[in-house]
C-alpha cells in the first residue's frame, strides 16, 4: 500500500532537475544583467572613440585624455563583466557559444587598446604634438623622436595583437547586431594600428632618414597617372632632395632626356621580365612598371647615380594626385600660365598643360615649376596637422612609395605601407591585386578608369577566389581629332589615336593556381608569371572611344576561397574601389 509518497530515485531525480533548472535560470539572469551591463559599457566605448578622434585632430589633449581615461574605465568594466566562469561557460554552450564568445573578446580587445596603448600614448603626447611630428618653419624637429619612441613601439605591439584577436572573431557566427559591431571594432582597430604604426615607423627612421646623424641625398621621381604604370604613373620628372638636420631641399631638378635609353639593360626580376620584358631595365620612364618598389627603388637610384653620380640613400616615388591631397592643405599654387587649387591641378597637370602647351620641352619646363612650387610651398606654408594628414591621405591610397639604401631602414619600410612591396598573406586574410600599365604610348588614362570586384567560395568542392577588372575608355568619340597627338599617341606605337592599350594583370592570394581567365566570358590567350608565389595573369586590352571590358580570373588551391584581407591597386586618378559579388563557377 503506498505512503502518496514518489519513490527515493525519483525524488532524487526531481530534486536534481529542479537544482539544474534552478541553477540555470540563476545564470541566465546573472549573464543577462552582466550582459546588459557590458553591452551599455561597450556603447560608451564606440561613441566616445568617435570624440577622441575628434580631439586628436584639433590637437585638444586635455579633452583627449580625459575622454580616453572613461573610454579605458568603460572598456575595463566591459571587460570584468564577460569574463567570469558564468560567461565562459555559456561561451561554450554550441550555437550561442560564438555570440558569448564576441562579447568577451570585443570587452577584452577594448579594455587592452584603452588601458595599454591609448594611455601611454597621451601620457607622452603631453611632451610632443604626435599629430605634427614637430614640422614646423619648413624643418622637423629630430629632438623628441627619443622621448616618443618606446611608447609609439609599445602602443603598436598592443594595436597589432588586438587587431590579430579582432579578426580571429567569426562575426558570420554571431547574430547580425553583433555581427556589425565585430567588423565595426575591426574597422576601428585596423585603423588605429595603422596609424599608431606608422608613427611608430616615423619615429624609427626618420632621425637619421632626415639627417639627423649626417646628410641625406634622396631621388624624388614624380609619377604621371595619364599614362599608367604598377605603381602609379610613368616617371615624368626626376629631382634630388636633400636632408639635414630635419630640413630638406630640393638640390637639382633633372628631365627625363637625361636618360636615354640604355643599349644594356639593368638586371631585371624574371617576373619584370616575364610581365614586361625588358623595357624597365632600359627606360627610365618605365621603371615603374616593376610591381614590387624593394625592386624598382635601387634601379631608380641607379640611373640616376649613372648619370649625376651618387651614391643617394633612397627613392620616393609619388604621383600627380598628390599634388590635390597637399593643395588641400596649403591653398593655390601658380606655375606657368596656371593657377592651380586642389579641385583643378589634377586637371591641369594630367590633360590641360598638353593642349595650352604643344611643345614637351616647355611642358617638361611647367612640370619642374609646378614641382618645384609645390615643394617649396609645402615646407613653407600650412597647418602642419593639415599638412600631414594630406600625406597619410596619399600613402593609404598608395600614392608614396619609399625606399631605402640603409638595410635597416628598409626592412622597416618593406613592412610599411609605403614601402610599396608585395603583400604578404597571413592566416587572418589574403591579398588579391591588379597592375594597370598603359602600352599607348601617350596620356589616354585621364580618360579611362577601372572597377575591380572579388568573390569567394567553392567551385566545385573546390576554394576558389575571383577577381573582376572592368577597364573603360570614356575619351570623346571625336578623341583622334579633338585630343593633341602627345596625348593620343598620334599612332605612333600602333594604337589608334583615341583608342588605348592597355595591360591588365591580376594576382591571386600566395600559393593559388590560375583555374580560368576570361575577357567578357570569353577565353582568350594571355601572358602566366609567377610574383614570388603569386600567379599573375596578364591581359593585354585594346579599346576605342566609349568602349569597356571585364576581366575575370579564377584561382584555385592553397590560399584560395578565404577572406581577402585586402585588394592592392594601381592608383588610378580615381582610385577604383573593390567590391564583393557572388562567385561565379563555370564547367
Known amino acids: 500500500m503506498s505512503d502518496g509518497r514518489l519513490p527515493r530515485r525519483r525524488r532524487w531525480v526531481g530534486w536534481t532537475v529542479g537544482i539544474v533548472l534552478t541553477l540555470l535560470v540563476l545564470a541566465l539572469g546573472w549573464v543577462t544583467i552582466r550582459g546588459i551591463g557590458a553591452v551599455d559599457n561597450l556603447t560608451h566605448v564606440a561613441?566616445?572613440?568617435?570624440?577622441?578622434?575628434?580631439?586628436?585632430?584639433?590637437?585638444?589633449?586635455?579633452?583627449?585624455?580625459?575622454?580616453?581615461?572613461?573610454?579605458?574605465?568603460?572598456?575595463?568594466?566591459?571587460?570584468?563583466?564577460?569574463?567570469?566562469?558564468?560567461?565562459?561557460?555559456?561561451?561554450?554552450?554550441?550555437?550561442?557559444?560564438?555570440n558569448f564568445r564576441a562579447v568577451s573578446d570585443i570587452a577584452a580587445i577594448a579594455d587592452s587598446v584603452g588601458t595599454d596603448a591609448l594611455t601611454p600614448l597621451l601620457d607622452v603626447a603631453a611632451e610632443v604634438d604626435l599629430a605634427s611630428l614637430g614640422l614646423s618653419g619648413g624643418a622637423i624637429d629630430l629632438a623628441p623622436f627619443a622621448t616618443i619612441r618606446e611608447p609609439l613601439a609599445e602602443a603598436s605591439n598592443v594595436l597589432d595583437e588586438a587587431l590579430a584577436r579582432a579578426e580571429g572573431i567569426d562575426a558570420d557566427a554571431t547574430?547580425?547586431?553583433?555581427?556589425?559591431?565585430?567588423?565595426?571594432?575591426?574597422?576601428?582597430?585596423?585603423?588605429?594600428?595603422?596609424?599608431?604604426?606608422?608613427?611608430?615607423?616615423?619615429?624609427?627612421?626618420?632621425?637619421?632618414?632626415?639627417?639627423?646623424?649626417?646628410?641625406?641625398?634622396?631621388?624624388?621621381?614624380m609619377q604621371n597617372n595619364a599614362e599608367l604604370r604598377s605603381s602609379g604613373g610613368i616617371i615624368?620628372?626626376?629631382a634630388l632632395l636633400r636632408a639635414e638636420n630635419g630640413r630638406i631641399s630640393l638640390e637639382r631638378q633633372a628631365s627625363t632626356l637625361d636618360f636615354p635609353p640604355l643599349t644594356d639593360p639593368l638586371p631585371l626580376s624574371d617576373s619584370t621580365i616575364a610581365l614586361f620584358e625588358d623595357g624597365p631595365g632600359r627606360y627610365l620612364q618605365n621603371l615603374t612598371s616593376i610591381?614590387?618598389?624593394?625592386?624598382?627603388?635601387?634601379?631608380?637610384?641607379?640611373?640616376?647615380?649613372?648619370?649625376?653620380?651618387?651614391?643617394?640613400?633612397?627613392?620616393?616615388?609619388?604621383?600627380?594626385?598628390?599634388?590635390?591631397?597637399?593643395?588641400?592643405?596649403?591653398?593655390?599654387?601658380?606655375?606657368?600660365?596656371?593657377?592651380?587649387?586642389?579641385?583643378?591641378?589634377?586637371?591641369?597637370?594630367?590633360?590641360?598643360?598638353?593642349?595650352a602647351i604643344p611643345d614637351p620641352v616647355v611642358q617638361d619646363q611647367v612640370f619642374a615649376q609646378a614641382a618645384t612650387g609645390l615643394f617649396g610651398a609645402a615646407l613653407a606654408g600650412g597647418d602642419p596637422r593639415t599638412l600631414l594628414g594630406a600625406l597619410a591621405t596619399s600613402a593609404d591610397e598608395g600614392r608614396i612609395r619609399i625606399w631605402s639604401a640603409h638595410e635597416d631602414e628598409q626592412s622597416v619600410l618593406a613592412a610599411s605601407t609605403v614601402g610599396?612591396?608585395?603583400?604578404?598573406?597571413?592566416?587572418?586574410?589574403?591579398?588579391?591585386?591588379?597592375?594597370?600599365?598603359?602600352?599607348?604610348?601617350?596620356?589616354?588614362?585621364?580618360?579611362?578608369?577601372?572597377?575591380?570586384?572579388?568573390?569567394?567560395?567553392?567551385?566545385?568542392?573546390?576554394?576558389?577566389?575571383?577577381?573582376?577588372?572592368?577597364?573603360?575608355?570614356?575619351?570623346?568619340?571625336?578623341?583622334?581629332?579633338?585630343?593633341?597627338?602627345?596625348?593620343?599617341?598620334?599612332?605612333?606605337?600602333?594604337?589608334?589615336?583615341?583608342?588605348?592599350?592597355?595591360?591588365?594583370?591580376?594576382?591571386?592570394?600566395?600559393?593559388?593556381?590560375?583555374?580560368?581567365?576570361?575577357?567578357?566570358?570569353?577565353?582568350?590567350?594571355?601572358q602566366t608569371a609567377l610574383l614570388g608565389t603569386r600567379s599573375v595573369v596578364q591581359h593585354d586590352v585594346l579599346l576605342a572611344p566609349g568602349e569597356s571590358t571585364t576581366v575575370t580570373v579564377q584561382f584555385q588551391g592553397d590560399g584560395a576561397g578565404e577572406r581577402i584581407d585586402s585588394v592592392v591597386q594601381t592608383p588610378t586618378i580615381d582610385a577604383p574601389t573593390a567590391t564583393r559579388e557572388e562567385l561565379r563557377c563555370t564547367s
Open 291 to 355: 610591381p614590387d618598389f624593394a625592386e624598382a627603388g635601387p634601379a631608380i637610384a641607379t640611373r640616376w647615380e649613372g648619370v649625376f653620380g651618387g651614391p643617394v640613400d633612397g627613392v620616393i616615388a609619388v604621383d600627380t594626385v598628390v599634388a590635390k591631397h597637399l593643395l588641400d592643405a596649403i591653398g593655390e599654387l601658380s606655375f606657368g600660365p596656371f593657377t592651380a587649387t586642389s579641385e583643378n591641378v589634377v586637371s591641369i597637370l594630367l590633360s590641360e598643360i598638353y593642349a
Open 236 to 238: 615624368g620628372s626626376i
Open 47 to 98: 561613441e566616445q572613440s568617435s570624440d577622441l578622434k575628434a580631439a586628436i585632430a584639433e590637437g585638444d589633449l586635455d579633452r583627449a585624455a580625459d575622454v580616453s581615461g572613461s573610454i579605458a574605465r568603460h572598456a575595463a568594466s566591459a571587460n570584468d563583466l564577460t569574463s567570469d566562469f558564468v560567461w565562459q561557460g555559456f561561451a561554450a554552450v554550441p550555437f550561442v557559444g560564438p
Open 420 to 526: 610599396g612591396t608585395l603583400p604578404v598573406d597571413t592566416d587572418a586574410g589574403t591579398h588579391v591585386g591588379v597592375l594597370i600599365n598603359d602600352t599607348t604610348g601617350g596620356k589616354m588614362d585621364f580618360y579611362a578608369h577601372a572597377t575591380v570586384s572579388t568573390a569567394i567560395g567553392n567551385c566545385a568542392g573546390t576554394p576558389t577566389t575571383q577577381v573582376s577588372v572592368t577597364w573603360t575608355n570614356d575619351a570623346p568619340a571625336d578623341a583622334a581629332t579633338a585630343l593633341p597627338p602627345y596625348v593620343t599617341g598620334g599612332g605612333n606605337f600602333g594604337v589608334d589615336p583615341g583608342s588605348t592599350r592597355t595591360l591588365l594583370a591580376i594576382y591571386g592570394p600566395e600559393g593559388a593556381t590560375l583555374s580560368r581567365a576570361d575577357r567578357d566570358g570569353d577565353e582568350e590567350p594571355v
Open 175 to 221: 547574430l547580425p547586431p553583433l555581427a556589425d559591431a565585430v567588423r565595426e571594432v575591426r574597422t576601428n582597430v585596423t585603423e588605429a594600428a595603422t596609424v599608431v604604426g606608422t608613427l611608430n615607423g616615423a619615429a624609427i627612421l626618420l632621425p637619421t632618414m632626415l639627417g639627423g646623424e649626417g646628410p641625406r641625398t634622396y631621388v624624388l621621381a
